[in-house]
């Protein structure tokens, strides 16, 4: 046996230190979320998996069962929908509220109480929010009394049990519930832009909305596109606020991929084809987040 | 191309801070003009009040005879370069310099034209294609100054455009900002707080200090005949060396050592006669204070002093000194102790001089070319 020298003891000291400081994340990463990934993935391609004890590989018949059902592409638009009207209307409405925060035409104090009052939807859970809004869009819910009042709709409207407006009504709800986190993160990176660009526009002759255009957007444009992305991937994952809201109905109208993949999981107990589902969502996940580290190399 | 005009110009702030007081100053057609002065003395102010960035509070301002005082920067017809440059970071160098004619509707070919004409003499042709991150900070600098020519102003406006550059490439960068303002004739408004770019650049300089137009003259005559102690103190480097004495029958007496005033002096200055018998402040340039042993065949005085420290630059010796005299603050808030209190001089002597720190020398003055001060009002006596 050779005897290790202080110098090779010190280099191997460093090669190790940095594995040693993330292992207690990676083991928890490994554990909670590689592990049971695996697992799901494994399932997708067993026959009856973890309901009964002799599994046997089925191949991409789960795959092939899924991909044939009418319910799941209804499911990938509704997701679809949902996730980009949220994502575009969040990305307008925050910007909207980012800039009049930002604006010196507002005083300090009337600023004050609107940022306060604008990021007020992002402190409640999404179960609070399911129920705000079933109460307000109830067909006796204020929105009703409003509108009928102002004379918009002629007869109160039962958002969302009408296969017609269920969907735009649980979109409407997430709109309402996500908008602050754009508002926050380009109200910071209003803040950053220096003023002296906005002067130089001004004597270059630039109107307001050019300013917007040529100056506001193209400077914020990294923060939209990575809270954009992120914005995707989350909302993409949406469960809860569609699962007490409608339950992914009336007639699967309001059904996404998350509602579909736990109904075939744990009302129709067909864990195999769910896992199947449940991987279809991952891949588009996996696709949208290395896109999304891309961006952010490419920064 | 245009005369600026500016009469009794004020800026009060919300606070009621009064940032400039009533500010006259007419610029001609085609000059160089440097607004110069210590930090927060309202310059940078004047000059975005003249851009539009600031309203003006009262007073009136004409470019080319319109006045503009309503009017939005865009509508001036004048550019300005920013101490930060302000360049877009998202476009490139073409479209940097394009912008305002993108948005003024001129057509790509022309705008093509135009900006590769202004690439061509400020040597940014490589350069157009990229993005200001990926530029020196002369070459951004250039690219500033672009941006500011293709509108063709009535009037340039420069705020510090060099302060961002390191010491040599700023001596670079002020030759060529002063010949391409020549070549192009265009009426040139540039704050600094730089006193050399002040002198070397400008065809006028107007010195400012708390809001406050102190004097506006050529660079020769702001050194030979400042209006008062601030403005003697401000202009050249190192800054005039000012002293209190009181004054008996031509006699300047200090604690340490007295100076007899020549006739001609006493002639050229008859004010000065007003102070007999009173306090005086007098100033001397560092150039006129020189090493005794090597000052033969010109006419001076000597005084004792004790020699704080040399700095040998090569061409000249700066020599920080101490004099039994009371040294006067001449108002400059940026003028920085000499040397932690030990010296209150600074002479420049030849490079031949062998002073060295410690000692005690004869400090040669040429008392032809003191300057005079109420030590009252610090108004020049003349």
Same mark, same amino acid.
């Given at each position: 046996m050779t005897a290790r020298g202080p110098k090779a003891n010190y280099k191997l000291g460093r090669q190790i230190a940095p594995y040693l400081y993330l292992s207690p994340s990676l083991i928890v990463v490994g554990l909670l979320m590689l592990l049971p990934m695996a697992m799901v993935i494994a399932y997708s391609f067993q026959e009856s998996a973890v309901l009964r004890p002799d599994t046997s590989f089925a191949g991409f018949r789960h795959y092939r069962a899924i991909f044939g059902d009418e319910v799941f592409w209804a499911s990938l638009w509704h997701t679809l929908y949902f996730t980009v009207a949220s994502v575009v209307m969040h990305m307008a409405i925050g910007l909207a509220f980012a800039l009049m925060l930002n604006s010196?035409?507002?005083s300090p104090m009337l600023r004050s109480v609107l940022r306060v009052l604008y990021i =007020?939807?992002? =402190? &409640?859970t999404q179960v609070i929010i399911a129920v705000i809004w079933r109460l307000m869009l109830d067909p006796n819910g204020v929105v009703n009394s409003i509108l009928v009042d102002l004379g918009i709709i002629g007869s109160k409207v039962a958002w969302f049990s009408s296969v017609e407006t269920a969907l735009h009504a649980v979109t409407f709800a997430n709109i309402w519930a996500g908008y602050p986190l754009f508002m926050v993160s380009l109200l910071a990176g209003l803040q950053g832009i220096p003023k002296d660009l906005y002067e130089a526009a001004d004597i270059d002759g630039a109107t307001g909305p050019q300013k917007l255009v040529f100056i506001t957007i193209p400077q914020l444009m990294p923060i939209i596109v990575s809270i954009s992305l992120l914005d995707f991937i989350w909302t993409m994952q949406v469960f809860p606020l569609i699962w007490l809201t409608t339950g992914g109905g009336p007639i699967y109208a309001t059904e996404v991929l998350s509602t579909y993949t736990y109904k075939l999981a &744990?009302?129709?107990?067909n864990l195999a084809q769910a896992a199947a589902s449940a991987v279809t969502i991952l891949l588009i996940s996996i696709g949208l987040t290395l896109f999304y580290i891309r961006h952010q190399k490419a920064r | 191309m245009a005369e600026v005009v500016l009469e009794n110009i004020c800026k009060t702030y919300g606070n009621s801070f009064r940032a400039i007081r009533d500010l006259n100053l007419e610029i001609a057609d085609g000059e160089f003009l440097i607004l110069v002065g210590p930090s927060g003395c309202g310059k940078s102010t004047a000059l975005r009040m003249i851009a539009g960035l600031e309203d003006i509070t009262s007073g009136h301002l004409s470019i080319g005879g319109r006045?503009?005082?309503? !009017?939005a920067p865009k509508d001036r017809d004048i550019a300005m370069v920013f101490q930060s440059y302000a $360049?877009?970071?998202? !476009?490139?160098v073409f479209e940097n310099i394009g912008f305002s004619m993108r948005l003024a509707g001129k057509k790509k070919a022309e705008r093509k034209k135009r900006v590769d004409e202004i690439a061509r003499t400020l040597q940014l042709t490589e350069l157009l294609d990229s993005k200001p991150a990926n530029l020196s900070g002369g070459q951004r600098q250039r690219v500033a100054m672009g941006r500011a020519m293709v509108r063709e102003p009535a009037a340039f406006l420069m705020d510090e455009? $060099?302060?961002? $550059?390191?010491a040599k490439l700023r001596v670079q960068m002020r030759a060529e900002i002063a010949s391409l303002q020549r070549q192009l004739g265009v009426t040139t408004i540039y704050v600094t707080h730089d006193q050399v770019e002040a002198m070397t650049m400008g065809d006028r300089v107007a010195v400012m200090k708390g809001g406050i137009l102190q004097q506006v003259d050529t660079p020769k005559r702001l050194y030979d005949a400042p209006v008062n102690a601030f403005v003697a103190g401000f202009i050249g480097s190192p800054s005039m060396n000012l002293f209190e004495a009181d004054l008996s029958r031509g006699t300047l007496q200090t604690p340490g050592f007295s100076l007899q005033l020549p006739e001609t002096v006493l002639a050229e200055r008859p004010a000065l006669r007003k102070y007999d018998g009173g306090k005086i402040v007098f100033g001397a340039r560092p150039e006129d204070l020189y090493d005794s042993t090597l000052a033969s065949g010109r006419s001076h005085q000597t005084v004792p002093a004790e020699v704080v420290s040399v700095e040998e630059l090569g061409s000249e010796h700066v020599v920080h000194l101490r004099l039994d005299a009371t040294p006067v603050d001449s108002g400059d808030p940026d003028a920085v102790e000499e040397l932690g209190g030990l010296s209150n001089a600074v002479a420049r002597f030849e490079p031949a001089s062998a002073v060295s720190a410690d000692s005690r020398i004869d400090l040669a003055v040429d008392c032809a070319k003191l300057h005079f001060f109420d030590p009252g009002t610090h108004l020049a006596i003349r």
């Open positions: 010196d035409r507002i =007020l939807p992002w =402190l &409640f &744990f009302s129709q107990y | 006045d503009v005082v309503d !009017m $360049l877009y970071p998202h !476009m490139t455009p $060099l302060s961002n $550059l390191d």
